[in-house]
């Protein structure tokens, strides 16, 4: 239940005292629900490259296309074709594709149980910056998407977090107010961009952590 004092990262459960009880959850996907480290994939891409990879990682920021893809402004193909140009190292498009997507750990960090426990009382709504190329590989080998009713994903959204298009319309998708939107994101911005909207974002640290939050409000599962 919630109390007065600060835990880690300096949240007061108190200040969430008296607000509207929680009527939806909304997760983001990439360090929530799976941990993803890109430079797993510029590990394998390096050895392949005539180019040192920090130098290709200057130009890749500097072209914009991975935020195109985001988005849904640039098609997986023109994208993968782009990238193998600037890396200067082509390749079949489905090679590419399976070391793009080599960023993700195997396990999920949040428990099934818990997943699994929320879909049961909740509406459960997916809300992440990704791209066709990324969510393609994770509906294909992680099964907590099962849990999710409804997906807010940038590339179909054309909006990105934290934009406030993003939020409103996982907020719609949700089906209830912003303050009855329980969100969690690892990202601090992405958590202030939510707060603007009115949701009741936290920053995501841990599964541990993320129950607590969830109990503060005395969400069941």
Excluded at 25 to 35: A, T
Excluded at 110 to 118: H, K, V
Aim: hydrophobic residues 45%; aromatic residues 10%.
């Amino acid at each position: 239940m919630p109390g007065s004092g600060l835990r880690s990262g300096g949240r007061a459960d108190s200040y969430w005292e008296g607000m509207s009880s929680v009527r939806a959850i909304v997760l983001d996907i990439g360090n929530v629900l799976v941990s993803f480290d890109f430079r797993r994939a510029y590990a394998r891409l390096e050895p392949l490259s005539p180019r040192p990879i920090a130098e290709f990682l200057v130009d890749l920021r500097a072209s914009g296309i991975v935020k195109l893809l985001e988005t849904g402004r640039m098609e997986p193909a023109a994208f993968v074709e782009r990238f193998q140009a600037l890396l200067g190292a082509p390749m079949p498009y489905e090679a590419f594709c399976s070391i793009w997507s080599s960023i993700f750990l195997p396990e999920p960090v949040i428990p099934d149980s818990l997943l699994a426990g929320l879909a049961r009382r909740y509406p459960m709504v997916l809300l992440s910056n990704t791209n066709a190329i990324h969510f393609e590989m994770i509906e294909r080998n992680y099964d907590f998407l099962r849990h999710f009713s409804h997906r807010v994903l940038s590339h179909e959204a054309g909006a990105a977090k934290p934009s406030p298009e993003i939020y409103r319309l996982a907020i719609a998708r949700a089906g209830c107010e912003p303050g009855e939107c329980f969100f969690a994101d690892d990202i601090p911005e992405f958590v202030e961009g939510a707060r603007r909207e009115g949701m009741d974002a936290v920053r995501f640290e841990s599964a541990a952590l993320l129950e607590a939050d969830l109990r503060a409000r005395d969400v069941v599962w």
